[in-house]
């Protein structure tokens, strides 16, 4: 019989208060202090993308030539397509109560990792690139209509800065006051967008034909099925631009939460962002009907202030301040969290501060020295190739290890140790990393942005038509159960229940190594 003491606590202990600011980096969250449920991983990730940066994605099959029936046509299966792609990505963090970076050590090692966290980075520096410039477009736009203020870089550069530092402070205070601050904007923006439904119902026409026309004839002319499936595509990229973060939000859900219901959330948060992208769809009709010469310049911020009525000037920049705080907190937070686990010498909030200014850097350089704000949104297309095969290796990798995660082991890294279940050949999974290699590249070089980017192999797609998203997430599928097969993981990467459908090879029984204080018995993998 055990003589161990049985403790018997006196009361739950209570989650930290709003005001309080975040200490935990990426170890596993206390059992006690999951206290988020699956709405609130709606409302980060519905906040994250209920904004202006949104409504601009939104606007491209218009810009692309598309009539309105068509460009609606697309966003609804490219937003599809992402929320069905991105659900799964909920699932890791009430398991592992960490970051999705750090979970993705058990299929990419625990070295191999960093290829989560520097995909984080860029997609982070992205879209909070784009939300940042779009809403500081529009708020500096809209209060020159409103009060006269000046519109020249001086007072971009007022609001850009505005926004770094609202957001910055927001990140640092941590999850609970990010998730305050998004209760809040999800309904005041959803209800100041509804409010557009007003200010332009008398201009919109649904019957807007675009360069193709709004039938059936649109189908055979030269170059529409490139313009459809490159809107699909820009849509796409925007629900599966959060599958880096999704696991920051999610950890704090309680482990034995359904899975389904987390995945339900994220998918759902998706398919709400239709209010922001219907937002870029309708108003960019109107643009181009009214304001033909904005239009040829792509400049959305500038056409949508031109065509707006003079009492919605105060909505639309409401929209931009509160649009470019979410999206630039949820880019933001998960960054700095991830950087503190990569160099665990920085806590979160000092990761955070880092990160933040070297975010607001490239903001600003990008925008006045090499001015290529034209060029992100291409950026951001080129990220998500990369991303995608990452998440297919992520979810396989799931299914075959049945949902079972060592939590102890993928903290390997972050204790400065060697060794463990999800150590492998030296800390990387090459099955894990070939795969997201291979199929990452070959995405790359189909990518068709004509004027932007355009990879060596995309002439050899018909019509122009971009097929580069949906190539690396069937290739990368495709690889890594193939190299599953055949070179098998170690038995004790697996669970107790063993490996579902792929084979497994005899137990690696590696112990964990403090890289400073030598061995550590106690923490021995069994195999």
Same mark, same amino acid.
């Given at each position: 019989?055990?003589?161990?003491?049985? $403790?018997?606590?006196?009361?739950?202990?209570?989650?930290?208060?709003?005001?309080?600011?975040?200490?935990?980096?990426? =170890?596993?969250?206390?059992?006690?202090?999951?206290?988020?449920?699956?709405?609130?991983?709606?409302?980060?990730?519905?906040?994250?993308?209920?904004?202006?940066?949104?409504?601009?994605?939104?606007? #491209?099959?218009?810009? #692309?030539?598309?009539?309105?029936?068509?460009?609606?046509?697309?966003?609804? +299966?490219?937003?599809?397509?992402?929320?069905?792609?991105?659900?799964?990505?909920?699932?890791?963090?009430?398991?592992?109560?960490?970051?999705?970076?750090?979970?993705?050590?058990?299929?990419?090692?625990?070295?191999?990792?960093?290829?989560?966290?520097? +995909?984080?980075?860029?997609?982070?520096?992205?879209? #909070?690139?784009?939300?940042?410039?779009?809403?500081?477009? %529009?708020?500096?736009?809209?209060? !020159?209509?409103?009060?006269?203020?000046?519109?020249?870089?001086?007072?971009?550069? +007022?609001?850009?800065?505005?926004?770094?530092?609202?957001?910055?402070?927001?990140?640092?205070?941590?999850?609970?006051?990010?998730?305050?601050?998004?209760?809040?904007?999800?309904?005041?923006?959803?209800?100041?967008?509804?409010?557009?439904?007003?200010?332009?119902?008398?201009?919109?026409?649904?019957?807007?034909?675009?360069?193709?026309?709004?039938?059936?004839?649109?189908?055979?002319?030269?170059?529409?099925?490139?313009?459809?499936?490159?809107?699909?595509?820009?849509?796409?990229?925007?629900?599966?631009?959060?599958?880096?973060?999704?696991?920051?939000?999610?950890?704090?859900?309680?482990?034995?939460?359904?899975?389904?219901?987390?995945?339900?959330?994220?998918?759902?948060?998706?398919?709400?962002?239709?209010?922001?992208?219907?937002?870029?769809?309708?108003?960019?009709?109107?643009?181009?009907?009214?304001?033909? =010469?904005?239009?040829?310049?792509?400049?959305?911020?500038?056409?949508? +202030?031109?065509?707006?009525?003079? @009492?919605? #000037?105060?909505? %639309?920049?409401?929209?931009?301040?509160?649009?470019?705080?979410?999206?630039? $907190? /949820?880019?933001?937070?998960?960054?700095?969290?991830?950087?503190?686990?990569?160099?665990?010498?920085?806590?979160?909030?000092?990761?955070?501060?880092?990160?933040?200014?070297?975010?607001?850097? %490239?903001?600003?350089?990008?925008?006045?020295?090499?001015?290529?704000?034209?060029?992100?949104?291409?950026?951001?297309?080129?990220?998500?190739?990369? /991303?995608?095969?990452?998440?297919?290796?992520?979810?396989?990798?799931?299914?075959?290890?049945?949902? @079972?995660?060592?939590?102890?082991?993928?903290?390997?890294?972050?204790?400065?140790?060697?060794?463990?279940?999800?150590?492998?050949?030296?800390?990387? *999974?090459?099955?894990?990393?070939?795969? @997201?290699?291979?199929?990452?590249?070959?995405?790359?070089?189909?990518? !068709?942005?004509?004027?932007?980017?355009?990879?060596?192999?995309?002439?050899?797609?018909?019509?122009?038509?971009?097929?580069?998203?949906?190539?690396?997430?069937?290739?990368?599928?495709?690889?890594?159960?193939?190299?599953?097969?055949?070179?098998?993981?170690?038995?004790?990467?697996?669970?107790? =229940?063993?490996?579902?459908?792929?084979? /497994?090879?005899?137990?690696? *029984?590696?112990?964990?190594?403090?890289?400073?204080?030598?061995?550590?018995?106690?923490?021995?993998?069994?195999?």
């Amino acid at each position: 019989m055990s003589t161990e003491p049985i $403790t018997i606590p006196s009361a739950t202990p209570t989650p930290p208060k709003v005001t309080e600011v975040e200490q935990h980096g990426v =170890e596993p969250i206390p059992d006690p202090e999951r206290s988020a449920r699956p709405l609130d991983l709606f409302r980060l990730t519905f906040g994250g993308a209920n904004t202006i940066a949104t409504v601009v994605l939104g606007s #491209f099959p218009i810009l #692309f030539g598309l009539s309105f029936a068509h460009g609606l046509m697309a966003t609804l +299966l490219g937003l599809l397509l992402g929320a069905v792609v991105l659900a799964p990505m909920a699932l890791f963090g009430p398991r592992n109560g960490t970051s999705n970076s750090v979970s993705s050590s058990a299929h990419l090692g625990v070295h191999g990792r960093i290829v989560g966290s520097f +995909l984080s980075l860029l997609t982070a520096l992205a879209f #909070f690139s784009i939300s940042v410039w779009s809403s500081g477009d %529009v708020l500096v736009g809209g209060a !020159n209509r409103a009060v006269g203020l000046p519109e020249n870089d001086l007072t971009l550069a +007022l609001a850009y800065g505005l926004f770094a530092v609202l957001v910055l402070v927001v990140c640092i205070y941590g999850f609970r006051f990010m998730l305050l601050v998004n209760k809040i904007a999800v309904i005041a923006a959803t209800l100041l967008f509804l409010l557009g439904i007003v200010a332009f119902a008398g201009d919109f026409d649904p019957g807007y034909a675009g360069a193709f026309g709004s039938g059936s004839e649109a189908f055979g002319e030269p170059g529409f099925w490139a313009a459809f499936v490159g809107s699909a595509l820009i849509v796409m990229s925007n629900p599966v631009s959060f599958g880096a973060f999704l696991g920051d939000w999610a950890r704090y859900i309680p482990r034995e939460t359904p899975g389904r219901s987390s995945m339900a959330a994220a998918f759902l948060a998706q398919i709400a962002t239709l209010v922001p992208f219907c937002f870029g769809l309708v108003t960019m009709t109107i643009i181009a009907t009214r304001e033909p =010469e904005i239009f040829a310049s792509g400049a959305y911020a500038s056409g949508l +202030l031109a065509i707006a009525p003079g @009492w919605y #000037f105060a909505p %639309v920049a409401l929209i931009a301040l509160i649009g470019g705080m979410s999206t630039g $907190t /949820t880019a933001l937070y998960g960054t700095g969290l991830d950087f503190s686990s990569v160099f665990p010498r920085f806590n979160r909030v000092q990761s955070t501060v880092l990160i933040g200014v070297f975010a607001t850097g %490239v903001i600003f350089i990008g925008r006045f020295v090499f001015d290529v704000v034209s060029s992100i949104s291409a950026f951001a297309v080129l990220i998500i190739s990369c /991303t995608v095969p990452w998440m297919m290796v992520m979810m396989i990798g799931w299914y075959v290890r049945r949902g @079972w995660y060592d939590s102890d082991s993928l903290q390997v890294f972050n204790r400065r140790q060697r060794g463990g279940r999800y150590w492998f050949a030296h800390g990387w *999974n090459w099955r894990g990393l070939a795969a @997201w290699l291979i199929a990452a590249a070959v995405a790359l070089t189909f990518v !068709n942005l004509p004027g932007q980017f355009v990879g060596p192999a995309a002439p050899l797609i018909p019509g122009g038509v971009d097929v580069s998203i949906p190539l690396g997430m069937g290739l990368g599928a495709l690889l890594y159960l193939g190299l599953l097969f055949a070179f098998p993981e170690p038995r004790d990467a697996y669970g107790p =229940e063993g490996a579902r459908l792929v084979p /497994t090879g005899p137990p690696a *029984n590696t112990p964990v190594i403090s890289v400073d204080d030598g061995p550590a018995p106690a923490a021995t993998v069994v195999g």
